[in-house]
């Protein structure tokens, strides 16, 4: 029997909220003490990620993480995230040492195909991807611009090795669909509050209507080409799906209608009581070699608006700090989601997290660093809704309603799109013809 790797022993959580309709940072009073929150979990350090795939620190897997995500940071408390710590220096895995084991190891990997393919689902994608992540990353390396040629030969072992991997770690129709849904056994674990209590304005909750297509959470939209969380879209290079959902007081006829009348030029706030969210859903390359949506959430955030000032017109969008909000934030711990939902709520003292994920940040805490640009009332604390109904008239456009499948379709599509997904699928569709040949 294979050492199969029987759980994922660390969290990671997904990136970090939303500049858009709900970044969910704090205007200027920021109305939260994390501290009383009893379900939180400390920061966990870069060390227990050293063996998140099975108890031998030995196993294939775990010294393949090691050497393409783990080795070159320096050690120190983390906040985990749904995607891998990259290249910390720039180009570490190109230098000569590091690239040639990353590539010895991928080859032993390569080497046992069905080995590999017969561990179990839940471990299979979430190391896919994170190899996924690691062939984003290497597919900008060498650029004319930026990186020397001399990296052209380190890149391209990496990248053909990967994207093999990536294709031998592929989930078969059946397992897809019966992939956990872990928001929904959140709610039926009952472990956390299912609605705010502005009694409690810390205690953190998770709406059960929040996946309701007839509830009152409306998902967000908008008339650009571009992501509506655009920043953390880039930020997990395309792939998950950020959902930016709002629920104002009344129901979601009145959040549906608010939406609809917002435009340039007639900014109007939304009122005390409104909660904005911000839920990213893993997606996953399937057999096919294709984008599949799946339902394991990885990080949610929410922002419920105690208080908002009115901000006269004429100011608009000039910050105008004041108001008060509770902010609360849930991430994915892999090691729990094999037994349960795996879902946490974050602690008052967990590090910073940068959208990137190419350095991680020191000596800052998550939870109060998102007021440092998200310090205005209401919809003017949402960067990206400001620029779009003041900025540039290229920039301009209107807000709608839109449901979970419409946006997962629309962020496979952009992904399908960029640059590194073309290179993965002609490396895998070369690969393919040369295995057709070689029968």
């Given at each position: ?94 230098k000569e040492q590091p690239n040639r084991i990353a590539v010895a190891l991928l080859d032993e990997f390569l080497a046992s195909p069905q080995t590999q393919a017969a561990h179990p689902a839940l471990d299979r994608i979430f190391l896919q991807h994170d190899l996924w992540a690691a062939f984003d990353d290497l ?154 949506p799946t339902p394991i959430t990885e990080s949610i955030q929410f922002r419920v608006f105690l208080e908002v000032p009115a901000v006269p017109s004429d100011d608009f969008p000039h910050k105008q700090q004041g108001g008060r909000q509770s902010f609360f934030e849930f991430i994915l711990d892999r090691s729990k ?103």
């Amino acid at each position: 029997m294979p050492n199969t790797p029987t759980r994922f022993r660390y969290s990671r959580a997904a990136m970090v909220l939303l500049p858009a309709v709900a970044a969910l940072a704090g205007a200027a009073l920021f109305a939260q003490t994390p501290a009383s929150r009893d379900t939180a979990q400390p920061a966990t350090d870069i060390a227990d990620e050293r063996a998140p795939y099975a108890p031998d620190p030995n196993h294939l897997w775990n010294r393949l993480n090691r050497t393409l995500f783990i080795d070159s940071v320096a050690p120190g408390p983390i906040l985990h995230q749904s995607d891998p710590l990259l290249n910390a220096p720039e180009g570490y895995l190109l230098k000569e040492q590091p690239n040639r084991i990353a590539v010895a190891l991928l080859d032993e990997f390569l080497a046992s195909p069905q080995t590999q393919a017969a561990h179990p689902a839940l471990d299979r994608i979430f190391l896919q991807h994170d190899l996924w992540a690691a062939f984003d990353d290497l597919a900008w390396r060498p650029d004319n611009w930026v990186h020397l040629e001399k990296d052209a030969p380190a890149a391209f072992a990496l990248r053909t090795r990967l994207a093999r991997a990536i294709q031998i770690l592929a989930l078969s129709d059946r397992e897809l669909t019966n992939l956990p849904d872990n928001y929904a056994q959140a709610i039926q674990s009952a472990r956390f509050a299912n609605a705010f209590d502005p009694a409690q304005p810390d205690r953190p909750f998770l709406p059960k209507d929040l996946f309701d297509p007839h509830g009152p959470w409306v998902v967000v939209d908008h008339a650009l080409d571009a992501q509506l969380a655009a920043v953390h879209d880039d930020g997990c290079g395309g792939r998950a799906v950020h959902a930016v959902l709002l629920s104002l007081p009344g129901g979601r006829a009145v959040t549906e209608e608010y939406l609809a009348d917002l435009s340039p030029g007639d900014v109007k706030n939304f009122p005390a009581g409104t909660i904005a969210a911000l839920v990213r859903r893993m997606l996953t390359i399937d057999q096919k070699g294709n984008p599949h949506p799946t339902p394991i959430t990885e990080s949610i955030q929410f922002r419920v608006f105690l208080e908002v000032p009115a901000v006269p017109s004429d100011d608009f969008p000039h910050k105008q700090q004041g108001g008060r909000q509770s902010f609360f934030e849930f991430i994915l711990d892999r090691s729990k989601l094999s037994a349960n939902d795996g879902l946490r709520s974050l602690g008052p003292d967990e590090p910073r997290s940068l959208f990137n994920r190419t350095v991680q940040a020191r000596g800052e805490k998550q939870m109060s660093t998102c007021i440092e640009c998200h310090n205005s009332s209401g919809i003017y604390s949402m960067h990206s809704m400001v620029q779009q109904l003041t900025g540039s008239p290229s920039f301009h456009t209107t807000f709608r309603a839109s449901t979970w499948e419409q946006l997962t379709q629309r962020h496979i599509y952009a992904k399908t799109k960029q640059f590194q997904w073309g290179l993965l699928q002609g490396i895998q569709e070369s690969t393919r013809q040369t295995e057709t040949q070689s029968r």
